[in-house]
C-alpha cells in the first residue's frame, strides 16, 4: 500500500526550513527517502529501519517513528540546491517486501 | 558495472506494436525493481524480483505487460501492443538486498504515438 506524503508542494526561500511528512497505514521495517531533480533518476539520500533511529545528511535529517508509521525528511537552512521532488519509499514488516513510494513532494527553493 | 544501466534511453513506437527494455543493474545486486513514472507524476511500482524467488507482480497494470530476469541479473519489461496511455518514463533500480537502499538507472522514455 502506498505511503502517504504531506504536503505535496512546498515553496521556500533560500534559508529556511522544511519538513516533509511520510505515513504508512502498515507497520515498516524501513524508510527510504530520495530526491529526483527534474529530468533525472532518484536519487538516494538515507534509509532508516525500525528502531526509531534517526539519521543526518549534511543539513538533511530524518526520524521514523515505527509505533506511528511515520517518517519524517528534516531539511534546515535550505539551498538552492535542495529543490527537487523528495519521495519516500517504505516497506513493510511483513507481506510483499517490494519498495512502495508516495506520490512526491515538490520542494522549490528561490533565492 | 558502476551504476544501473538501462536501454534505449528513448524509445518511440507506433500503437499496437511490442516493445522491450532492457535493465542491467549493478552486479551483485540481488533485487531489481521497475518502476514507471508518467509526465510529473510518483513512481508506480510495476514488479520486484529478489533472487531465486518469484517476483512481485502485483504491479503490473494489465495482461500486456510482462517482464523476466535471466540468471538473476538483466532484466527485461516488455510491453505488448502499446497503447497511448503507456508512455511514460520506466525505471529500473537495484539493490544489494531486499532491505538496502535501491540505485536507480536513467530510465527509458517511451513514446507511443
Known amino acids: 500500500q502506498q505511503p502517504v506524503q504531506s504536503p505535496q508542494a512546498v515553496i521556500l526561500r533560500e534559508g529556511e526550513d522544511a519538513v516533509i511528512n511520510c505515513s504508512s497505514s502498515?507497520?515498516?521495517?524501513?524508510v527510504h527517502w530520495y530526491r529526483q531533480k527534474h529530468g533525472e533518476a532518484p536519487v538516494f539520500l538515507m534509509i532508516?529501519?525500525?528502531?526509531?533511529e534517526q539519521k543526518g545528511h549534511e543539513k538533511i535529517s530524518a526520524s521514523f517513528n515505527e509505533k506511528k508509521q511515520q517518517s519524517s525528511l528534516y531539511l534546515t537552512a535550505s539551498q538552492l540546491s535542495y529543490s527537487g521532488t523528495y519521495f519516500c519509499?517504505?516497506?513493510?514488516?511483513?507481506?510483499?517486501?517490494?519498495?512502495?513510494f508516495g506520490q512526491g513532494t515538490r520542494l522549490t527553493i528561490n533565492p | 558495472g558502476a551504476g544501473v544501466s538501462q536501454s534505449p534511453s528513448n524509445k518511440v513506437t507506433e500503437k499496437g506494436k511490442d516493445v522491450e527494455l532492457r535493465c542491467d543493474p549493478i552486479?551483485?545486486?540481488?533485487?531489481l525493481y521497475w518502476y514507471r513514472q508518467s509526465l510529473g507524476q510518483g513512481l508506480e511500482f510495476l514488479i520486484y524480483?529478489?533472487?531465486?524467488?518469484?517476483?512481485?507482480k502485483s504491479g503490473l497494470p494489465s495482461d500486456r505487460f510482462s517482464a523476466e530476469r535471466t540468471g538473476g541479473s538483466v532484466s527485461t519489461l516488455t510491453i505488448q501492443r502499446t497503447q497511448q496511455e503507456d508512455s511514460a518514463v520506466y525505471l529500473c533500480?537495484?539493490?544489494?538486498?531486499?532491505?538496502?537502499?535501491?540505485?536507480f538507472g536513467q530510465g527509458t522514455r517511451l513514446t507511443v504515438v
Open positions: 533500480a537495484s539493490s544489494l538486498a531486499s532491505y538496502g537502499e535501491a540505485f
Open positions: 502498515k507497520a515498516l521495517y524501513s
Open positions: 532508516l529501519l525500525k528502531g526509531g
Open positions: 519509499g517504505t516497506k513493510p514488516i511483513q507481506g510483499a517486501q517490494k519498495l512502495v
Open positions: 552486479s551483485g545486486h540481488t533485487a
Open positions: 524480483f529478489q533472487g531465486n524467488s518469484a517476483p512481485d
